[in-house]
């Protein structure tokens, strides 16, 4: 078990650009999360995927954002034309599908933190 | 609305001191309840759950909490703290639909004194 990964962890961009962030969840788990932490505040709530399916959306998610998970394994989460209130950290977490064992915990990645200049 | 608030921001010890930390929470039914910790730059731990029955419930690394219905509270305690749980401890919600997402409280700083 190695884990969620998350790719980058770091990334700055201009205001204007485009910015892709890829999540690997644990192997087997069939759910997938984003969230997004800000500066002082606990993770906020994005978007939940059940395999391939993207299932919820949360109203922070705006069209500049976009989220896929094909073939239900790695995830994607882009945003385009960014700005500067999109700066936060960027998290991701699985889980193993409903009726499983655990499958009320989350298990986190180390985030992406994206800094708009 | 499901909401979970942490009324301390920031809390400071010493070394070798007692901790608690306070959570409480807003949900229509029986919850899923969390303490994850997260150390800097770092994702998200967890520390302990609850899901049902024993209301005081054992963590990692010496941490425990206590779910309280009539209060809407989860405190998290450590009776001894050590320097390197210094960190930045949120408390969670699960909300039990289908996607099961987490409603976060804002956190509490803990810092430790030598």
């Known amino acids: 078990d190695t884990g969620v990964s998350q790719d980058p962890r770091h990334k700055i961009t201009k205001r204007g650009q485009n910015v892709t962030f890829r999540c690997d969840p644990i192997?087997?788990?069939?759910?997938l999360y984003w969230y997004r932490q800000t500066l002082g505040q606990g993770p906020e709530f994005l978007t939940y995927?059940?395999?391939?399916?993207?299932?919820?959306k949360s109203r922070l998610l705006s069209d500049r954002f976009s989220a896929e998970r094909p073939k239900g394994s790695f995830s994607t989460l882009e945003i385009q034309r960014t700005e500067q209130g999109d700066s936060a950290m960027y998290l991701c977490?699985?889980?193993?599908?409903?009726?499983?064992?655990?499958?009320?915990?989350?298990?986190f990645g180390p985030g992406t933190r994206l800094t708009v200049l | 609305a499901q909401s979970v608030t942490q009324p301390d921001i920031h809390i400071t010890v010493s070394e070798g001191a007692s901790l608690e930390l306070r959570c409480n929470y807003s949900?229509?039914?029986?919850?899923?309840l969390f303490w994850y910790v997260q150390s800097p730059g770092q994702g998200l731990q967890l520390l302990l759950k609850?899901?049902?029955?024993?209301?005081l419930v054992q963590g990692i690394k010496g941490f425990e909490a206590e779910f309280k219905r009539s209060q809407s509270s989860f405190n998290l305690r450590k009776p001894s703290v050590h320097w390197s749980d210094a960190a930045e401890y949120f408390c969670?919600?699960?909300?039990?639909?289908?996607?099961?997402?987490?409603?976060f409280g804002t956190g509490t700083r803990l810092q430790v004194f030598p």
């Open positions: 977490a699985s889980s193993p599908s409903r009726g499983a064992r655990g499958t009320d915990t989350q298990y």
């Open positions: 192997s087997e788990h069939n759910r």
């Open positions: 995927f059940q395999n391939e399916a993207q299932l919820e």
């Open positions: 949900y229509g039914a029986t919850p899923y």
């Open positions: 609850y899901f049902s029955g024993d209301t």
């Open positions: 969670a919600v699960g909300v039990r639909t289908g996607t099961d997402k987490l409603i």
